[in-house]
């Protein structure tokens, strides 16, 4: 088959630097050395990445993610557009989306990842502008221009010196760190989301969003638990997992038109604008050549920190997309991605729109919405007799379709969605839906959370624990030292995130991996970690293009994952709900 | 020992019908037979029914008691208050649950069954307001006096002819109906509760009630799971498990007077007036002598339904409180019981406050907070290996401190908050919360219940359910046959609640005995009810005091409740949560 045969090609032209001597080992002299093996290796797999998509599981991947993309990206708008003096709107929001997803559906070598608007490009935006009008409000347009002029230059430069190669040894230490990290300033956003409710709309529209929220909250939650349990046919139980945002979105928008006490409230809504013109009253193209050029150059260092934000934020979304939980077949390409990073940058600095980059909570979401999921019977005999076998139900992933029509078609309905009528539909949902949504994604991200897992490990009671738990081999409390080491850093960065220095955050964050490296060895046995820690990058596909797993000072033979394995053995494999990074 | 001769005591002077020929067969020829010996079974534990107290368990169960008792009643008089033209408010409705615990602590045979205000009588006083302000709406104290001495005398007729003996034929059949019932009725008060703070507050008041109601709703849930889950150390969990409802409703009564948007919002408050008064002007004798004779005779058959549904009501309650789940030594005396509920019935109506009766779904939590738990680990070897055997948490009953103290104080205790200073306090306390405790409670009642675990197990994916689960040997169409049956009596009742028929609601749930004996058995077989339904009465020491085990018509041998005692095997038996009544 000519499948197989593309599997043994790539494979020989494996991407390595382990054999080289001399200079030939440094990957920064090795100018494009990981873009074209990213290339090369990607390109034979394009025509299969259209052909393969001629099944169901697309076009509910495409809506799935259209609203686990959109719905979280408008709801950081809503945060963005007030606190960045109404320049980023709806308009540039969607556009940003869309262009992304044009890009990097039809160019990118991973288009499993879904590229789009974060929160914390949000954060990074509205920071920027705090610390820009202490000076000269005026210049905030051009600053952002700058901003990601610099932060461009540095993507092309990362990509080009193949520095993605670093990525191998991001670990569940940080990468668990980062979602909780993301989980918790997403509950802070809704929270935020409906007190700004309350000052602006007053105490109905305040309590009435509040209600909104926590029931839209309640509704996905109980419709994606459905989805995992073994209540009902596996046809409809697919259906309620694959449509939760939708159902639950249109039902809670729909009631809060019913007329009456509901309709009658003024709560606030999405803010529209002209469709296709951008909010503020200005042209397309940002005048980039009017800045002086001290603030050129003071912009400098902070596009270098929306690279490192990028390099650590995109990176391991696409880690995460392509997950080892995945059965993927079809190889990784970090470096051509991240190159490609650098353009959308580049352009979405031109235009005066929010730089997209890999949604971490959302981006194992498409991956997850193109799996093929068998819960099969795992029959586990007993002493207590015949016919009293235990039933448990394994979660299989058999198969993913990986293609990038999905991706596609999900950037052609954003581009729909910027089209007067729909905007008009945008502007009838309430903002207390996106306080949900935040609400459902956050708290997503922390429940599934390796260190929340962990401490509820700690908290039961030890003689309902299995005996071949791998947790129990380490001292409990080596397993509170790991947690706080993560929590430290977890904290910090929320702490920052609150300040005005919060465009330091991914500086914080980037350190945890050299820390696990460096110093998290010296405090535990290669055993402990074995258990405790996992590789992010565990898929060979996805180690092919990151130069090989990685090798950790001083560590002999390594194990990593026997945690995960050990769940996955018992429980199979999670579906993954919005929101949750791990499993 | 004295407990042990006690026993056998009781053994010996059996109360039955079965060896007797003749008109001694003839149960309402043998006045006072059943009294009697319920109060010769009886008599002899009281005084260990007091040493028995000394007890850490007696105060915490006074305490969960005192809140799951009083909450409901506060609940039920709100809503009793408005549409009984306030001639019912909380003065009337301490008073009545503090008479109620006096007497039945003190004399009751079955000091376990916690006797107060229920959602029903609410029911029934604002049906007959309903009825009685369409002729002469001055009469309504004194006809509902009449009502209450006729119920009386209806009462003492059946607790002196015996006729609680029915009381044996009531099968899950209809008491999970009920249960259902009372758990539908219970949200719909609550729903009535916040649909009446938007009307009488406006918005802003409605759906601040509805979020305080919600979270409140969440708070107790989420407690309450916890404290049944195997996290953290036993006594932890005990004691979320027994101050659930404190917890929450501290919290939430606090929440809502914090200054702000909450504090300045016009919410409404439980209406309390002066302490030990009426809340009418008048004096707490109702001078029944004023009434008109055709009034009088009037009353008659509104008297016999009270006594109909007290009949099911306060016996149902007693049965749960002492089901099988809990190992209890002392004798039941049913017949005693409702001789006493008739005196407390006549004292209620004479001073004009709402007749008490037994709590159906509070009635077992009283028993479950002096039953002394044990989280037992259950190994189950398995064929997988050495060292995997399957932990499994089984919960054991071993253990209930019979006693009547904690029933005493908690009466006290109610006493107490008749005063003016508590009363006070009952005045912070927001209507809101108590839409959430409708909520709660009427939700555990449905929660549990069987008719929605079956319609699960048919709703669940077959493959999935372990194979020696009894219900897999009753054709799926059984299954679904018996829970529509049960289902249509549901539906029936909650439809004439809601209009002015509703105080026939009780000769429907009567007559689910009789189709249970004669009609079920004609379309199911005795394998098929042996699986399906369960005696709701199956202690011995109950069915001592109801002539023994009932006996169906062409019924051999009988194995009833094979599925509960399958559940049980398998997992334990269940903490009480307010609420539920099986299991």
Same mark, same amino acid.
């Given at each position: 088959?000519?499948?197989?045969?593309?599997?043994?090609?790539?494979?020989?032209?494996?991407?390595?630097?382990?054999?080289?001597?001399?200079?030939?080992?440094?990957?920064?002299?090795?100018?494009?050395?990981?873009?074209?093996?990213?290339?090369?290796?990607?390109?034979?797999?394009?025509?299969?990445?259209?052909?393969?998509?001629?099944?169901?599981?697309?076009?509910?991947?495409?809506?799935?993610?259209?609203?686990?993309?959109?719905?979280?990206?408008?709801?950081?708008?809503?945060?963005?557009?007030?606190?960045?003096?109404?320049?980023?709107?709806?308009?540039?929001?969607?556009?940003?989306?869309?262009? $992304?997803?044009?890009?990097?559906?039809?160019?990118?070598?991973?288009?499993?990842?879904?590229?789009?608007?974060?929160?914390? =490009?949000?954060?990074?935006?509205?920071?920027?502008?705090?610390?820009?009008?202490?000076?000269?409000?005026?210049?905030?347009?051009?600053?952002?221009?700058?901003?990601?002029?610099?932060?461009?230059?540095?993507?092309?430069?990362?990509?080009?010196?193949?520095?993605?190669?670093?990525?191998?040894?991001?670990?569940?230490?940080?990468?668990?760190?980062?979602?909780?990290?993301?989980?918790?300033?997403?509950?802070?956003?809704?929270?935020?989301?409906?007190?700004?409710?309350?000052?602006?709309?007053?105490?109905?529209?305040?309590?009435?969003?509040?209600? =909104?929220?926590?029931?839209?909250?309640?509704?996905?939650?109980?419709?994606?638990?459905?989805?995992?349990?073994?209540?009902?046919?596996?046809?409809?139980? &697919?259906?309620?997992?694959?449509?939760?945002?939708?159902?639950?979105?249109?039902?809670?928008?729909?009631?809060?038109?019913?007329? &009456?006490?509901?309709?009658?409230?003024? =709560?606030?809504?999405?803010?529209?604008?002209?469709?296709?013109?951008?909010?503020?009253?200005?042209?397309?193209?940002?005048?980039?050549? *009017?800045? @002086?050029?001290?603030?050129?150059?003071?912009?400098?260092?902070?596009?270098?920190?929306?690279?490192?934000?990028?390099?650590?934020?995109?990176?391991?979304?696409?880690?995460?997309?392509?997950?080892?939980?995945?059965?993927?077949?079809?190889?990784?390409?970090?470096?051509?991605?991240?190159?490609?990073?650098?353009?959308?940058?580049?352009?979405?600095?031109?235009?005066?729109?929010?730089?997209?980059?890999?949604?971490?909570?959302?981006?194992?979401?498409?991956?997850?919405?193109?799996?093929?999921?068998?819960?099969?019977?795992?029959?586990?005999?007993?002493?207590?007799?015949?016919?009293?076998?235990?039933?448990?139900?394994?979660?299989?992933?058999?198969?993913?379709?990986?293609?990038?029509?999905?991706?596609?078609?999900?950037?052609?309905?954003?581009?729909?969605?910027?089209?007067?009528?729909?905007?008009?539909?945008?502007?009838?949902?309430p903002a207390a839906v996106f306080a949900g949504v935040f609400f459902?994604?956050?708290?997503g991200s922390i429940e599934s959370n390796g260190m929340l897992q962990?401490?509820?490990?700690?908290?039961?009671?030890?003689?309902?624990?299995?005996? @071949?738990?791998?947790?129990?081999?380490?001292?409990?409390?080596?397993?509170?030292?790991?947690?706080?080491?993560?929590?430290?850093?977890?904290?910090?960065?929320?702490?920052?995130?609150?300040?005005?220095?919060?465009? &330091?955050?991914?500086?914080?964050?980037?350190?945890?991996?050299?820390?696990?490296?460096?110093?998290?060895?010296?405090?535990?046995?290669? *055993?402990?970690? @074995?258990?405790?820690? @996992?590789?992010?990058?565990?898929?060979?596909?996805?180690? $092919?293009?990151?130069?090989?797993?990685?090798?950790?000072?001083?560590?002999?033979?390594?194990?990593?994952?026997?945690?995960?394995?050990?769940?996955?053995?018992?429980?199979?494999?999670?579906?993954?709900?919005?929101?949750?990074?791990?499993?």
């Open positions: 088959m000519a499948e197989s045969h593309l599997n043994r090609q790539a494979s020989s032209i494996s991407y390595t630097y382990d054999n080289l001597t001399g200079w030939r080992r440094l990957r920064p002299l090795r100018l494009f050395r990981g873009m074209y093996h990213d290339v090369r290796r990607r390109l034979p797999y394009y025509w299969s990445d259209i052909r393969d998509a001629l099944t169901y599981r697309t076009i509910a991947s495409t809506i799935r993610m259209y609203f686990v993309n959109i719905l979280p990206a408008i709801a950081y708008t809503l945060d963005m557009y007030r606190r960045t003096g109404e320049f980023y709107g709806i308009n540039e929001a969607l556009f940003s989306s869309a262009l $992304a997803a044009m890009i990097f559906s039809l160019l990118g070598a991973q288009p499993l990842t879904i590229v789009g608007i974060t929160g914390l =490009i949000s954060l990074f935006n509205y920071t920027i502008y705090d610390i820009v009008i202490q000076y000269r409000p005026a210049i905030y347009p051009n600053f952002m221009c700058w901003t990601a002029i610099w932060a461009a230059v540095f993507h092309w430069i990362v990509a080009v010196c193949n520095l993605c190669d670093y990525m191998r040894y991001v670990t569940d230490f940080s990468s668990e760190s980062f979602g909780a990290y993301v989980g918790i300033i997403y509950c802070i956003k809704g929270v935020e989301e409906l007190v700004n409710e309350f000052t602006e709309h007053g105490s109905t529209a305040g309590f009435m969003s509040c209600m =909104i929220a926590i029931l839209y909250f309640l509704t996905i939650y109980s419709l994606e638990m459905l989805g995992s349990s073994t209540i009902c046919r596996p046809w409809f139980r &697919g259906l309620l997992a694959d449509y939760a945002y939708v159902i639950g979105t249109i039902f809670w928008v729909g009631f809060s038109h019913i007329p &009456g006490n509901l309709k009658s409230t003024q =709560i606030s809504f999405v803010p529209t604008s002209r469709a296709f013109y951008p909010t503020q009253p200005r042209g397309w193209l940002i005048h980039f050549w *009017e800045l @002086d050029m001290k603030w050129v150059f003071a912009a400098l260092p902070f596009g270098f920190l929306v690279m490192l934000l990028f390099y650590y934020d995109h990176n391991v979304s696409s880690l995460t997309a392509q997950a080892r939980q995945f059965p993927l077949k079809k190889p990784a390409g970090f470096h051509w991605d991240f190159f490609l990073l650098g353009c959308t940058t580049f352009l979405a600095g031109m235009t005066g729109i929010p730089m997209p980059n890999g949604l971490v909570p959302q981006a194992p979401v498409h991956t997850d919405s193109l799996t093929i999921y068998e819960t099969e019977l795992c029959l586990v005999g007993t002493e207590e007799g015949e016919g009293v076998e235990l039933r448990r139900p394994i979660v299989k992933a058999t198969a993913v379709v990986e293609q990038r029509v999905s991706h596609f078609l999900m950037g052609l309905a954003i581009i729909g969605t910027m089209t007067g009528p729909l905007l008009i539909v945008l502007h009838t949902m459902i994604v956050g708290w962990k401490t509820i490990f700690l908290l039961r009671e030890n003689r309902f624990i299995q005996r @071949d738990e791998p947790l129990l081999r380490v001292k409990r409390r080596k397993i509170l030292l790991y947690i706080s080491c993560q929590a430290i850093g977890v904290a910090a960065c929320v702490a920052i995130s609150q300040t005005i220095a919060a465009i &330091g955050f991914p500086i914080l964050i980037i350190a945890l991996i050299p820390f696990r490296v460096w110093t998290i060895p010296k405090w535990f046995s290669q *055993e402990e970690l @074995d258990i405790l820690d @996992d590789l992010t990058a565990n898929n060979t596909a996805v180690l $092919a293009s990151l130069g090989g797993p990685p090798r950790f000072p001083n560590a002999k033979e390594q194990h990593y994952g026997l945690e995960r394995s050990y769940s996955e053995h018992r429980r199979g494999s999670y579906r993954q709900r919005a929101g949750s990074i791990h499993r």
